[in-house]
């Protein structure tokens, strides 16, 4: 505990600090928000903010089952193949809406969690999410008159290139949707129109049918418009989803969640009330119990504090009530630590030795335990993370970085701030350390045993 | 100072046996309460700012054809409606003749888990709490790995004080459930994983003073070097319970209401916990080893076998 370490500290304290300040004022190191790196060919740009779970800024949160079962018999496409290209399409229909921080992530491989921070309309983002805007256009079924029947291989949306809406008719009331195909079903699209020219076609989303209007000439283009009885509201949407892409496989709502956002603000302000009042009464009772040591573990706490929540915001893990739970629950766990110190120190000075013996022997003799049951702690956290889902991971999160983060805290700025102290001949009195003077011509003796032992 | 812990055992387990029954009798006639994510259907937070009735909220509710809904007052003029599962259309309009029947903004959190992924949550716990049980047996099997087939009775003894734990809280979950209507919640798994966690660590920490002091004083009769150990590890054990659960005590009283119960609950499991490790783990050691005494026709209090 010399020479670098208590810089080392300092050091780490000061940069915690840093990080935990909420608006950066001075954007360091090459004026970007946060952290900007370059290694290599690597670039890392973080900005430094505290995340915030649906639950806390409110918004909308689904989980989507992929409906492999509705898929046409026959096909193949491996699960995490149709949730990436799901995920992707849900992505840029989210990204077209303007919804801020989306988070859309795959949970297994059959589900995706989708959070919409700040969206209130729980319809909307089912909509949003949830519609496949497949896109197919059939052609007449000789064998079957006035049925409709899917060309070899399906004429879709597949390869449309980005449509637009226009508004048609007298005073240009009647929206339209402008498609147009790109290679190589623009050539099919012309060959069609050869084919069934004075024939209508039936353009279907989603298997219902939208229109199905009549080729009147053979077309020269992959161009056409879908007319179908829009408003303007439902022609954009449909714009926007086949501009998007079509979701590999319908998706179904296994879950939703909705929070209103005043609602989460009140969460996060009572939890950070009862962290506080929790951080106190773990405050008040060290420094009743141990005296000076107790009060150095309050600095390490405090230490404690601020190096999480730094580790929080860098990380970034993203808090939710169930987080902060875990993380107040660490604030508890994190004194340990110093309990199974100061317990051993007790000891050790109890039998007579010196405070600097007793310090060392102390430390060496409780070290196993703090490790062990820190140890113990991290493994049921990464166990919890791995089981859980939503909510437990966040709780699993926060606590087993919070059970990290004491462990530093505890051996080493404890430690430190214990050895510095002997400096202080002031503060080298034993009733300091909650145990009675040396009684004369009892000087180096062992503890005594108690009976029958 | 010495107490005499293990030869009061059984005072102890009576105890314990008094504090568990009524737990486990509840757990066996109605047991646990399952939440909306663990039942599936549709749950509604409602925040009003001039709270109507329940009869005038439920009315809303029938009006839509969702005659099912259960309404129920909550503290800070909360209404919670509980219902079948509703599409977000369905939840949409009955928000949108909330704010109409009652004239007013009303602050909604709603949360929607169909039948098919509740059953999947509720395997997923079942997993979760399996899997931990048999890490815990794992765990048992290497903190005493060098004692061969000495360890067993250090393994039933944690494991008894395990269950002990869980079946705490469980049965005092059961009960609010049955008098005040609490639900489980992935949450609460969450909470008994969490103490299972802290059961089998508090009494791996007495074990372990048990067989120090075993090897410090070979030749000792078990009893003494129990009440021994227990002695050494029953400050640290209670200190380190007390400042974590005063984290929890402030969770509870003032961290609102969505972690209200898993704050109880690991409170409940953390104060069983210490209990458990300090006034049965140890002891029913004690037992096996007189009843093994009893069995072998060995005197009581003898040194025990090579440990």
């Known amino acids: 505990m010399t020479g670098l370490g208590p810089w080392i500290v300092a050091l780490i304290a000061v940069v915690a600090i840093w990080v935990d300040i909420p608006h950066h004022r001075f954007d360091l190191p090459f004026g970007c928000p946060g952290i900007c790196l370059r290694l290599g060919d690597r670039y890392i740009q973080q900005e430094i903010k505290t995340h915030l779970g649906l639950d806390l800024q409110g918004g909308t949160q689904l989980i989507l089952r992929l409906r492999t079962e509705a898929l046409p018999p026959g096909s193949n496409t491996p699960i995490d193949t149709l949730n990436e290209q799901a995920r992707k399409v849900i992505d840029r229909r989210i990204n077209s809406l303007g919804v801020s921080e989306p988070v859309i992530q795959a949970i297994g491989g059959d589900k995706i969690l989708l959070e919409l921070p ?43 290139k980005p449509t637009f809406v226009t508004f048609e008719g007298q005073a240009q009331s009647n929206p ?29 989303l989603d298997g219902r049918q939208i229109s199905a209007p009549n080729i009147r000439e053979v077309f020269s283009s992959g161009k056409g418009i879908i007319e179908g009885g829009f408003t303007t509201q439902s022609a954009k949407e449909l714009s926007l989803l086949l501009n998007s892409g079509a979701l590999p496989v319908p998706l179904e709502i296994a879950q939703s969640t909705r929070v209103e956002p005043t609602l989460g603000a009140e969460a996060v302000r009572q939890s950070v009330v009862a962290g506080i009042i929790g951080l106190l009464l773990v405050a008040a009772f060290m420094v009743a119990y141990y005296r000076l040591p107790g009060a150095l573990a309050v600095l390490a706490l405090l230490y404690y504090a601020v190096l999480t929540y730094a580790a929080f915001r860098l990380i970034p893990v993203t808090l939710t009530l169930a987080g902060i739970a875990g993380f107040i629950l660490s604030v508890g766990m994190a004194v340990d630590a110093n309990v199974l110190t100061f317990e051993r120190l007790r000891e050790e000075l109890r039998s007579g030795k010196s405070l600097r013996t007793a310090l060392d022997e102390g430390r060496k003799r409780a070290f196993p335990s703090i490790a062990y049951s820190n140890a113990a702690t991290i493994v049921s956290s990464l166990i919890l993370f791995y089981f859980g889902t939503g909510t437990v991971k966040g709780f699993a999160l926060t606590l087993g970085i919070g059970v990290a983060v004491s462990f530093f805290t505890a051996v080493v700025v404890t430690q430190m701030l214990l050895h510095a102290m002997l400096s202080f001949p002031a503060l080298r009195k034993r009733s300091l350390f909650g145990v009675e003077e040396r009684p004369q011509g009892e000087l180096r003796q062992p503890a005594a045993r108690p009976a029958g032992v | ?207 372990d003073r048990i067989r120090e002091n075993q090897k410090l004083y070979p030749g000792e009769a078990l009893n003494p070097v129990i009440n021994f150990a227990v002695m050494q590890t029953m400050v640290r054990s209670v200190i380190t319970s007390l400042t974590t659960l005063l984290p929890l005590l402030a969770m509870y009283g003032f961290g609102g209401y969505s972690t209200r119960y898993f704050a109880l609950a690991l409170i409940v499991g953390l104060v069983s916990g210490s209990y458990s490790s300090i006034f049965n783990a140890a002891q029913v050691v004690s037992l096996w080893q007189e009843i093994e005494d009893k069995l072998r026709g060995r005197p009581r209090g003898a040194a025990p076998a090579a440990v």
Do not use: C
């Open chain 2, 1 to 207: 100072m010495l107490f005499r812990i293990v030869e009061r055992k059984w005072w102890y387990f009576l105890f314990s046996g008094a504090l568990l029954v009524p737990g486990i009798v509840f757990l066996m006639l109605g047991g646990l309460k399952p939440g909306i994510e663990f039942r599936g259907g549709t749950l509604l937070d409602l925040t009003f700012r001039t709270p109507p009735t329940s009869q005038e909220v439920y009315a809303v509710m029938n009006g839509l054809g969702h005659g099912d809904a259960l309404v129920q007052r909550a503290e800070g003029g909360r209404m919670i409606v509980r219902m079948g599962q509703l599409t977000p259309e369905q939840e949409g309009a009955v928000e949108r003749a909330l704010e109409q029947r009652f004239a007013q903004d009303v602050d909604r959190s709603s949360q929607t888990v169909s039948p098919s992924f509740s059953a999947e949550l509720v395997a997923n716990a079942i997993r979760a709490v399996a899997a931990a049980s048999i890490l815990v047996v794992l765990l048992i099997a290497y903190a005493f790995r060098h004692l061969g087939w000495g360890a067993f009775r250090y393994g039933f003894a944690a494991m008894v004080a395990v269950v002990h734990d869980a079946v705490a809280v469980l049965g005092a979950f059961a009960i609010l459930g049955h008098f005040l209507g609490v639900e489980v919640d992935s949450l609460f798994v969450t909470a008994v994983l969490t103490i299972i966690g802290f059961s089998v660590h508090d009494t791996i920490v007495v074990f």
């Open chain 1, 176 to 204: 339209v949707v402008h498609f147009e195909f790109g290679a190589p079903d623009d050539q099919r699209w012309v060959d069609m129109s050869k084919q069934y020219v004075g024939k209508p076609v039936q353009i279907l």
């Open chain 1, 118 to 160: 700040g969206v209130a309309d729980l319809d909307q983002a089912a909509k949003v999410a949830t519609q496949q805007a497949f896109l197919e256009f059939k052609v007449p079924d000789e064998s079957k008159p006035g049925q409709f029947k899917s060309l070899e291989p399906p004429l879709t949306g597949a390869n449309l």
